[in-house]
């Protein structure tokens, strides 16, 4: 499949109430930070994912490489459909969770522990079935990253390695955001929708060759090449995008008739 580059992608088109609508988090959500933790979530993004989720009739999911419990921190009280983990975690719309079993993650702890433990900004993510480590702090140990990870799965064709935004990641092999979208396609109220799905990474690709050949819309959110045939420029732009998207499936608003008793505006 060709690969869309930002000067040929077009903008999104509008969200029907047709559509079902996948969500990343870092990055398309919300903008990256130096640390997870340290992200910060637009003050009216809870309410305005509450609106789209009531107006699609619950068919919004975050997408995410993050743990589901990470998800719900962030955006409390709302507990929308998600996958987690990139699709090891998956929580439906009835709010049933199916998590695959952790694999021995042991081995792959150590070596990631160990060269954070020599290399300062390196930092380490114990997911439940997976291991991240970020070294958006060090740029400049990429290489050494990546090629202490790759050892690290040599012989265990149970993991593969993804590589993000300044992160390596081992997981299980096999799983992706776009077995987590397929999944809840085969689901009510998923089932029979469009999908659209906005991701600004990597690891939001397998999600693109989902939903596309599907008749949806996949959207890349920043620069750099992608299957994605859409793009956005940034989570603000993402934000604008999906206010416009609830006002518009909110339809017109109409000034109250007035009463007897209440006064006219003039003629």
């Known amino acids: 499949m060709p690969k869309s580059t930002s000067s040929n992608a077009q903008l999104p088109p509008p969200l029907g109430r047709d559509a079902a609508l996948f969500l990343d988090f870092d990055g398309t959500l919300v903008g990256l930070a130096p640390t997870p933790e340290a992200i910060e979530i637009p003050p009216a993004l809870v309410a305005l994912l509450r609106d ?44 049933h969770t199916q998590e695959q079993h952790a694999p021995d993650l042991v081995p792959i702890l150590e070596v990631a522990n160990e060269l954070a433990r020599v290399h300062e900004g390196l930092l380490v993510e114990r997911k439940h079935a997976a291991i991240a480590l970020h070294y958006r702090l060090a740029p400049q140990l990429e290489a050494v990253c990546r090629d202490a990870m790759s050892r690290a799965i040599a012989h265990h064709p149970q993991f593969e390695l993804m590589h993000g935004k300044f992160v390596f990641e081992v997981k299980p092999a096999g799983v992706n955001k776009g077995t987590a979208i397929d999944a809840f396609m085969t689901e009510a109220p998923f089932a029979g929708r469009t999908p659209f799905f906005l991701g600004d990474d990597t690891t939001d690709e397998s999600g693109f060759a989902v939903v596309q050949p599907r008749g949806g819309i996949a959207v890349k959110v920043g620069a750099g090449p992608s299957l994605a045939l859409h793009r956005l420029e940034s989570p603000r732009a993402v934000y604008e995008w999906l206010v416009q998207a609830r006002d518009q499936l909110a339809g017109p608003k109409t000034a109250p008739s007035p009463t007897p008793d209440s006064p006219r505006s003039p003629e």
């Open 52 to 95: 789209l989720s009531d107006q699609l009739g619950g068919a919004l999911a975050v997408v995410s490489g993050r743990q589901i419990d990470s998800i719900d921190r962030f955006l409390a009280p709302l507990r929308l459909p998600a996958a987690g983990e990139h699709g090891v975690q998956r929580r439906d719309a009835k709010g």
